[in-house]
């Protein structure tokens, strides 16, 4: 073998060398694209949880609106006082700072709102772990709205009854989701048991 016979291999070698290069850099592969792949999938997974939130926000805010409006026309209708100015009991402290037999109903409605509202949260969030923080953002929003309708609430018993509707809200939520929770817990081992029992059968 004389020495351009070996110099024309490496050349040739180079060649292929440089080529393979040059097609890993125009079609990446293996780890890079792997990781790419990974990237797009936990980015498209946030954003897809984050409009999940939202909407059930969204939800919560709509049947806490709903239940309260129909828990005070309900109220009101039963005790035979007149049904008007409704946005106003919903949204103004003033009313909250009545003595009257029906500036006292407004309260008792949000306090029986609270319990509904509890059972939304089992309807929409499902989890023991995340009533507290819907729990206070849907109050928290209703606070926004007063504030914009009717101005900053200064009543202190406007402000004592909104704590008192975030704890029942929170603490009956939080249980009846654990409920559910340890439900499906133990549901899952008895459909194992009857699946192995049906195996052996």
């Known amino acids: 073998m004389n020495n351009s016979s070996v110099v024309a291999r490496y050349i040739e070698r ?3 060398h440089r080529f393979s290069t040059y097609l890993s850099r125009l079609f990446p592969q293996g ?5 790419r792949n990974v990237s797009s999938f936990y980015s498209s997974d946030n954003a897809a949880g984050s409009c999940k939130t939202l909407g059930q926000i969204c939800l ?3 049947a806490f609106y709903l239940s309260i409006t129909a828990t005070l026309w309900l109220l009101l209708s039963m005790l035979g006082f007149p049904v008007e100015d409704l946005l106003g ?9 009545s003595t009257t037999a029906q500036g ?3 309260p008792c409605a949000y306090l029986f709102n609270s319990i509904w509202m509890a ?9 023991a772990k995340k009533c507290l923080d819907f729990a206070v953002t849907m109050y928290l929003l209703h ?4 504030t914009v309708f009717y101005g900053f609430p200064y009543s202190w018993s406007w402000w004592l009854f909104l704590l008192l509707q975030v704890s029942i809200t929170t603490l009956l939520g939080e249980w009846l989701c654990m409920r559910r929770e340890l439900q499906e ?17």
């Not at 780890?31 to 990781?35: F, H, I, L, Y």
């Open 14 to 16: 180079f060649r292929i």
């Open 31 to 35: 780890e890079n694209n792997d990781s």
């Open 60 to 62: 919560l805010q709509l």
């Open 89 to 97: 009991q919903l949204f103004s402290y003033q009313v909250w700072k």
């Open 104 to 106: 006292f109903l407004v």
């Open 119 to 127: 059972g939304w949260l089992l309807c929409i969030v499902k989890r």
């Open 143 to 146: 606070f926004v709205f007063c």
């Open 185 to 201: 817990i133990l549901l899952v081992p008895c459909l194992r048991d009857e699946e192995e029992a049906g195996n052996i059968a």
